[in-house]
């Protein structure tokens, strides 16, 4: 059996506390798309919207963590290359602050609909629902790509003879 890297606690932390507050702005904001999904509150779409709004700060003040983290790693690091400049080696790190940035962006904007031109309004609904649903297929990936760490096979090689 061949010995795995590792992952700190704190960086398992910051992941798991991601993907729960992931999960919970997937969950209030399909919601509060449309009747579709709005049984997932019990059809009570001021509690979906007051729940996406409050994760969503909490998600805000959880990127301004992890970013603080990685740049804190960066500086402290002896490797002097860095691939995804502010946020550390890993692949995927530029891809979520990306898509993160565009979010928080896009959602600040709705936040503020009445007040907003209904022209930077409907870019950022635009905006904000075509990633809402490219993450939910990018965590699906993520998912199987890690399935590795809870040891399930989804493919068996067939020994030939």
């Not at 936040?111 to 031109?117: C, I, N, Y």
């Not at 490219?134 to 090689?157: E, G, M, P, S």
Request: glycine content about 6%; charged content about 15%; hydrophobic content about 55%.
């Amino acid at each position: 059996m061949s010995k795995r890297k590792r992952n700190p606690p704190f960086d398992m932390m910051l992941h798991w506390i991601s993907a729960i507050l992931v999960f919970l702005l997937m969950i209030s904001g399909m919601s509060i798309i449309g009747a579709k999904f709005s049984w997932i509150f019990g059809d009570h779409f001021a509690l979906a919207d007051i729940t996406h709004r409050i994760v969503g700060v909490f998600w805000v003040l959880w990127m301004l963590v992890i970013v603080c983290y990685e740049v804190y790693q960066m500086v402290t690091s002896k490797i002097p290359k860095r691939r995804w400049i502010p946020i550390g080696m890993k692949g995927f790190g530029g891809f979520n602050l990306t898509t993160s940035l565009l979010m928080i962006f896009s959602g600040f904007l709705l936040w503020f609909l009445p007040s907003v031109p209904f022209i930077y309004a409907t870019f950022a609904f635009a905006i904000h629902e075509f990633f809402a649903f490219f993450l939910l297929f990018a965590i699906v990936w993520h998912i199987i790509k890690k399935r590795h760490v809870f040891r399930v096979t989804i493919f068996r090689k067939k020994s030939g003879k």
